[in-house]
């Protein structure tokens, strides 16, 4: 169905254009002013923003970034006496602890390998005859979700990696946190360097590069993390015990407490929105292990028995 029209503000309203910079420009409209209006009503109609249902009061005035449910730019203020939509000061819900949280959303991840073999006589006669296969690389499930407005979660374990019980990515994250940003305590991969950082469903390769293995990865430890207003720098940085088994244990009492930071940036080739850019990174890492002792070894995703 063709969007249809709002109707006509009142010459008694006054408009206003506004551009939270939160928004991006194609959801920036024209903000109409609703004080001294009658009540809001909820009528749903087709708009230009995916067609959205609005909330329009009786006498025509809307608010174009309210829904039923709340603000569609999910800009809604908590305060003492509710969520409030920043543009219109419709109040969404009566009180500010309305059995939203905690929320929930399940994740998983299967990843599966087949290989085939072919050998000439003298490849055989080094190496032996190489047996075809099929391996489970990874078996994740998952959950992730919000404890507060800025408090969110995350903990994922994998069943296949290397044959046993893995426990990947345990954390709890405090967003907004007044000169740090973003504030994480738990058990994830530490901010050191981008093979490290990208997920293994971005790999160029089936493996990481070698050097990969002197990344601190998954540690146990707290940290923090931001990004500047124009999205094109990052920095973060983290305290950690070292090292961590797959389960996140570390034992001892002489040393064990490492310390890594990262800052990236991030030059635009071109738009924004076409995700070209020249990137800039810088890492560094102090590890001190616990009992002074320290073990760096690979192992193949792909196990051939």
């Known amino acids: ?16 254009p506004i551009a939270p910079n939160w928004l991006a420009p194609h959801q920036v409209a024209s903000q109409v002013g ?25 006498s025509g005035a809307s608010c174009p970034y309210c829904s039923a449910d709340g603000c569609i730019a999910d800009g809604c203020v908590e305060t ?26 399940l994740t998983g991840l299967a990843q599966i390998d087949a290989v085939w073999f072919g050998q000439d006589s003298a490849n055989r006669a080094l190496l032996g005859d190489i047996q075809d296969g099929a391996d489970i690389r ?3 499930i998952g959950a992730f979700g919000d404890l507060a407005p800025n408090m969110g979660y995350f903990a994922e374990i994998d069943f296949a990696f290397q044959q046993r019980l893995n426990i990947t990515d345990v954390y709890l994250d405090i967003r907004e946190v007044p000169v740090l940003g973003t504030v994480r305590i738990g058990r994830w991969r530490l901010p050191f360097n981008m093979d490290a950082l990208t997920s293994v469903k971005e790999l160029m390769f089936m493996e990481r590069a070698l050097p990969f293995v002197f990344a601190p990865f998954r540690q146990i430890g ?23 088994d797959e389960y996140g244990a570390n034992i001892g009492d002489d040393g064990g407490y490492s310390m890594v930071g990262r800052v990236t940036h991030a030059i635009p080739l071109g738009p924004m929105q ?21 073990r760096y070894a690979t192992t193949l995703s792909f196990v051939i028995f």
């Not at 609703?34 to 009786?58: F, K, N, Y």
């Not at 969520?83 to 929930?104: E, F, I, L």
């Not at 707290?222 to 961590?244: K, L, N, Y």
Request: with cysteine; aromatic share 8%.
């Open 138 to 140: 990874r078996a994740r």
């Open 274 to 294: 076409t995700g070209q850019a020249l990137h800039f990174g810088g890492a560094y890492s102090f590890i001190d292990p616990a009992n002074n002792s320290v």
């Open 34 to 58: 609703t004080q001294g209006a009658a009540p809001l009503q909820p009528v749903e109609i087709s708009a230009s923003r995916d067609a959205a249902p609005l909330w329009i009061d009786e």
């Open 222 to 244: 707290a940290g923090f993390q931001d990004v500047s207003e124009s999205q094109t720098t990052t920095w973060a940085a983290s305290i950690f015990r070292f090292p961590t």
């Open 80 to 105: 003492a006496a509710g969520r409030v939509c920043p543009h219109c000061g419709r109040v969404h819900s009566a009180s500010s602890t309305d059995n939203k949280y905690p929320t929930a959303k």
């Open 1 to 16: 169905m063709p969007p249809q029209m709002l109707p006509p503000v009142p010459a008694a309203q006054s408009v206003q």
